[in-house]
């Protein structure tokens, strides 16, 4: 399956796919300078274009925050395949909650491709499953 991507920027290393791990990492285009309580959009130097029926998640990487001290106001991106314009240019919305500074081309989050959900019809009924599990948060602590 081929993932036709634009670079915004020629100094950021190239997106690849890595040997262990199915998410692929996306990195800093900028470097950016961040005071606790600042929000901003970090650009990540790419575009792409996805094939047809296919989505992009974009989540930070499990470091992200104990590096950066950063998190990711929507917890995860979806990147439709419809956003692949000229100027469309993938970014991080982050929320500092300490300072901290991200130089340019840090790896800072990850992206997987993914099926589009399929068609969905809802059916309104008056009943659920005999057998419950007991509610919400019902699986326990331990």
Known sequence: MQVFIKYF???ISRV???????WIDLRAA??????AGEFRYIRLGVGMILPEGYEAHVAPRSSTFKNFGIVFTNSVGVVDNSYCGEEDEWRAPVYALRDTLIEK???ICQFRIIEKQPELEFV???????????????????
């Not at 690849?16 to 199915?22: M, P, R, V, Y």
């Not at 900028?30 to 005071?35: D, S």
């Not at 309104?124 to 331990?142: A, M, Q, Y």
């Open 9 to 11: 920027d020629d100094e």
């Open 16 to 22: 690849e796919k890595i040997a262990k791990g199915d």
């Open 30 to 35: 900028e470097t950016v300078e961040l005071k």
């Open 105 to 107: 081309n840090e790896r």
């Open 124 to 142: 309104t009924v008056d009943r659920l499953k005999d057998e419950s599990r007991g509610g919400f948060g019902s699986t326990g602590t331990k």
